[in-house]
């Protein structure tokens, strides 16, 4: 990717929120367990960060997606990993479909206030029958009228607790898993949604995480996104933006954690010496560093091509794998060279290796983009490559 004054300044812009409306109050946020969303949201929304490359018409940017990954991985400089998924739900998991599929009235409804930052949005696809198995799903929505009637549970929904909107996916027919699904939006507060108090999580502590119940939750049929039946397709579609994002946003973060583990081997001493100078050390921060611009070339590449109006579902899912994997690796090598420092809650390595856990399961584990890897390259079982 080649960046324009343009980018750069956008990259300011985002680094300046985040070392001034977010990284003072992390420590707080975190033991409270929560993020003040709405009011994040809104300053992050006056500063139009919130829709980079989603249509003017609905107060966006309406810049190309390169725009929005230079936000993505300028989040990852964030104190911790919540917030840079709280608002990357909003961007990149929630509404890429309402913005693309979405029709007029519904965006102007759902979509312009989210990009505004005066509505906090969520997605709701995993189930706990069904994380990863989208196709397994069980939520149900069934005609009655103009309206759907939607009752079933979702499990492990960021921003739950404090959204307006949650971007669901239902079954609203009974023929075959990938051709029965629909993408609807359900306000949160419609009668008969319940969102369960938050889940105590590993990682990701400032941010509220909840399951959501739906027990006879009436919504009008206009509320769906796209055509009835296709919500399978859209959500691999949104999955692509979520995918990039998680990459995106992880280089920045494993280089803070790189270059602090760096700082503080210059100044504990060990037999004499700066921990720094065991070539084991050195040698072991100039491989991470090369991993990390590895997956930076993957991920620049992917967006290329995104942009270009390519499928990148390969190479998105690479990345995805990839950054998983690495963040787990940065995060577990760094802890090792803090020694006693490293097992502290507030550590930096600590706090990554907490954190970072969750990119290798959320928006499809490992083992879920393997598999597409695989049927992309024509090794399944059974299949062929075309």
């Known amino acids: 990717m080649k960046f324009t004054e343009q980018h750069d300044q956008l990259r300011r ?12 109050h992390y420590e707080a946020w975190e033991k409270a367990g929560i993020f003040p969303a709405r009011e994040v949201f809104a300053k992050f929304g ?9 249509p003017e018409k609905y107060g966006g940017m309406g810049l190309d997606y390169g725009y929005q990954v230079v936000m993505d991985e300028e989040m990852g400089g964030c104190a911790g990993g919540s917030i840079g998924m709280a608002v990357g739900v909003q961007t990149s998991m929630a509404t890429p479909a309402l913005a693309r599929f979405g029709s007029e009235a519904l965006c102007r409804e759902f979509l312009a206030p989210a990009i505004a930052g005066q509505q906090v949005a969520a997605i709701a696809v995993s189930e706990v029958s069904g994380g990863s198995d989208v196709a397994a799903l069980k939520t149900t929505a069934r005609k009655d009228g103009g309206d759907y009637v939607i009752n079933g549970s979702k499990m492990w929904i960021t921003n739950a607790s ?6 669901t996916l239902v079954n609203t027919g009974d023929g075959p898993v990938h051709l029965n699904k629909s993408l609807v939006i359900i306000p949160t507060k419609t009668k008969g949604v319940t969102v369960a108090p938050k889940l105590d999580k590993l990682g990701m502590r400032a941010s509220d995480t909840c399951p959501v119940h739906f027990e006879d939750v009436r919504i009008p049929q206009h509320h769906r996104i796209g055509e009835e039946g296709h919500g399978f ?10 995918r990039l994002m998680g990459a995106a946003s992880a280089m920045k973060g494993m280089e803070k954690v790189i270059n602090a583990t760096i700082a503080y081997c210059r100044e504990r001493e060990t037999f004499g010496m700066p921990l720094i100078d065991n070539q084991v050390v050195h ?14 070339s993957l991920v620049y590449r992917a967006v290329e ?5 390519n499928d990148v579902t390969r190479l998105a899912s ?21 020694g006693g420092m490293g097992f502290m809650w507030d550590n930096v390595a600590s706090r990554a290796y907490r954190d970072s856990r969750l990119l290798s399961i959320g928006g499809g584990a490992d083992e879920i983009m393997l598999g597409i890897i695989c049927k992309l390259m024509g090794i399944l079982p059974g299949k062929k490559k075309k």
């Open 13 to 24: 812009t985002v680094k300046d929120v985040v070392e001034k409306e977010i990284n003072p």
């Open 162 to 167: 404090q959204s307006d909107w949650m971007c």
């Open 46 to 54: 006056k500063l139009g960060l919130l829709g980079i490359h989603k």
């Open 283 to 296: 040698f072991r921060m100039a491989e991470l560093q090369t991993e990390v611009e590895t997956l930076r």
């Open 318 to 338: 690479m990345a995805k794998l990839k950054a998983g994997r690495l963040t787990r690796e940065v995060s577990d090598a760094c802890l090792q060279y803090w």
């Open 305 to 309: 091509e995104y942009v270009d109006g």
């Open 233 to 242: 397709m859209i959500q691999m579609m949104q999955f692509q933006e979520e």
